[in-house]
């Protein structure tokens, strides 16, 4: 399994990103799937999560209004669309494969991507 995590880079805060992440080696459209990221020196937190289907989504407080989940199943990619970044936003932003059942756990997720950093500048 293989999920790779493109489009972080650095951006003024105000500004706007797109994340992707690429999935090989699993039927993606049978796995919810989510995003988390984690600071410099603080722990992994959840982000975003999206249902099998796309149907259902999910956000962290911090994030909701700003950030949109979206998935293609045909492409097998999942995205996460960040507007209005702030200075807070600065972290490794990982996509993750769920195989368990609680959606904002990192528990519950077995397959990670590598990471792609997002630093906004204040």
């Known amino acids: 399994v293989q999920l790779q995590a493109s489009g972080g880079g650095l951006v003024q805060a105000g500004g706007s990103l797109r994340l992707s992440c690429a999935a090989s080696g699993l039927t993606f459209s049978s796995y919810g799937m989510g995003w988390f990221r984690q600071a410099p020196g603080k722990e992994r937190e959840f982000v975003s999560a999206i249902s099998r289907s796309g149907a259902s989504t999910y956000y962290a407080d911090s994030v909701k209004g700003r950030f949109t989940i979206s998935r293609d199943n045909a492409k097998n990619t999942l995205y996460l669309q960040m507007n209005s970044l702030r200075a807070e936003d600065t972290a490794v932003y990982y996509c993750?494969?769920?195989?368990?059942?609680?959606?904002?756990?990192?528990?519950?997720?077995?397959?990670w991507g590598q990471g792609t950093l997002v630093t906004v500048s204040s």
């Open positions: 993750a494969a769920r195989t368990d059942s609680i959606v904002g756990d990192y528990r519950s997720y077995g397959y």
